[in-house]
């Protein structure tokens, strides 16, 4: 039987969320981000003797990622690298410890240091930027502008969108993770021939 076009298709449609449930995204923590390029299309540079050479594509991501902090000033942008066609970040909301613990129902709790120490935790003090509004607003600036280095710089086109729809994303747990991801980020380069994405 013939199916229209614009017929659902569950199994195409109704993608499974990455998102972690009943998690608040909008509290404030620490968050290990990566975004894919539509289909893995390495058009950020090259990474040279395992150092990454970004070219005005790539300058044109880190600006906008650093732009975040004026477009959310509840944001702040750690550690980052851009690879040729990812880009790993740690995005923190402003007033996070750094740490996102789980309670003793296996919940996720943004309570930090002061709450172990008997300080009262106030869920409403802090309600920040949602983070997939963070990660929305950074693809469609960074999209907008390929689009316009396309046409007027003769930039590589890209077919369909430039970034894939979803994005994965880590609540930094712990101090253990809030060392090790940092340094999994500044040695991406080096690791770029093993990469899941590398020959793309």
């Known amino acids: 039987m013939w199916k229209g076009k614009n017929e659902i298709q569950p199994h195409i449609h109704h993608r499974r969320s990455i998102r972690l449930p009943r ?4 509290q404030r923590g620490a968050y290990f981000v990566t975004v894919c390029t ?3 299309f390495c058009l950020f540079g090259d ?3 395992g150092k990454m050479a970004l070219n005005d594509a790539g300058r044109m991501v ?5 732009g975040l902090e004026d477009k959310f000033p509840d944001i702040l942008c750690d550690e980052y690298v851009i690879m040729p066609n990812h880009f790993h970040a740690i995005i923190i909301t402003v007033g996070a410890y750094l740490r996102v613990c789980l309670d003793e129902r296996g919940e996720p709790d943004v309570m930090g240091e002061h709450h172990k120490m008997g300080e009262p935790h106030n869920m409403g003090e802090h309600k920040g930027s949602p983070l997939h509004r963070v990660v929305q607003w950074f693809k469609t600036m960074t999209t907008n502008e390929y689009i316009r280095g396309v046409k007027q ?3 590589q086109p890209f077919p369909g969108k430039l970034w894939q729809r979803n994005y994965y994303e880590h609540i930094i747990r712990n101090e253990n ?12 380069p080096l690791k770029w021939a ?7």
């Open 23 to 26: 998690y608040d995204y909008s």
């Open 38 to 40: 539509q289909k893995r």
């Open 47 to 49: 990474v040279v003797d």
């Open 62 to 66: 880190k600006k906008w990622y650093f």
């Open 153 to 155: 710089n003769g930039w």
């Open 177 to 188: 993770e809030l060392n090790r991801i940092p340094e999994y980020i500044i040695n991406n």
């Open 194 to 200: 093993t990469d899941e994405n590398y020959g793309h």
